[in-house]
């Protein structure tokens, strides 16, 4: 028989090349120390991509988006030619940051110190006394420092490294994955952006690991200790890990599980995947003691009703996509939760001076069908379709909450740090289902070493 296009889609992920973990000590010093933060400033961070921002945010020329990453802060910038141009956020006179505004429209930047005009693509226009200077007139000399920028599911990424590779090589399969997503049409709807009392690997190392699931996570009504409330099976025997040639990551999990409830009420379909079932015309209450039978039913109703209403993307899913958990981490600072219809956008910026803090970004990004009228259900809540978060929402750690799930992951970040200071911590022993921590970290000192 041949394949045909069912069986394909049918079919699971391929799992990514094997990689070979060596032993690395992770100690708790490279979460606190100063010395380690700066080794990855000198090393790291001026190697390597970074997803800094959004297309769409910067529509027509002249639109700008200012965005801080460390002590670093970046425009990019649209140009005439319809290509995005990005700048360090610095004036080449004497070093003031040119704007802090977060985004704008402008044909020029004007320093605030001495008003250097910079055009915006990076050409000085404007300098007084241009006369007075011995090395020439700067606006023949000087231009901003530009850096590397590459565009791909309609998010913005820079790279400090003249010589980097492009971005299609350093994504690797993750290139391949996303693309299927139409990624690039989705709309925000969660944009929360909070100082975080913790060095930003502490983030990406709970990312990085499903192993705290169970014990962070798990509701006290859960069936069994491997399933979480909105249905999906966390046990890591079920679970594919693959880890990327290039550093990034890949997790799946099956979703769409229902026995959300307790055997004894007879394993009920609980929300939110009662409300996801009933928003793909299914009556939760027929799945009550069969919820392992969701799963294919959602698949079947999504490949029935999606294109008609707008869900143009899952031509090209495959059954698995349309239901299951796929967590992304790319290399070094970025988590994603890739559902069929929207992505939950974890981002930790390291602190610009403190080794024991940074800026976390607790996004959602949903699928924007357009016959679609229910809402949008993001873990972080239930959201009016058509609302999007132009603004991300600025605070402190603890103010607010940032869903039941990273709140319940914030508890545990705070008491890493404190323990990581201990010169009793011997350094990790690791599981197998956390070599990506592992793997994490021997990927930031492969950097140190070259
Ligand atoms: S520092 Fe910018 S014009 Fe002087
Ligand atoms: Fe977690």
Redo the contacts with the bound molecule.
Sequence with gaps: MNITDIDWKKRNAENWKQQNLSNTLVDGSRYNSQEFMNKEWQYMWPKVWLLLGREEEVPNPGDYQMEEFGKESFLMIRQDDGSIKSFYNV?Q????RLTFNDQGTAETFK?P????KWRKDGKLIEAQDAEDFPQGNPCDNLTLEEVKTETFAGFIWINMDKNACTLKEWLGPVWEDWEAYEIHKWKRYVAQTVNMPCNWKIVLDNFNESYHLNTVHAPEKAVTKKRMPSGVDTSYRNTQFDLATEGHNRMIMKAGYGPAGSFEDGGIIEDPLASVMKDWGLNPEKYSGKGFDTREAIQTAKRKLGPERGYTHYKNLRDEQLTDAFHYTLFPNFAVSLWADGFHFLRARPHATDPEKCIFDNWWYSSNPENETSPIRSTVGVHERGKFADFPDAFEHGEKSLGQTIDQDAVVFIFQKFGLRSRGFNGAYFAGQEKRVHRFHQMIESYFEE
Excluded: I, M, P, V
Aim: glycine share 20%; aromatic share 20%.
């Design positions: 004036c006179h004497r070093g003031a320093c110190y001495h008003g250097w």
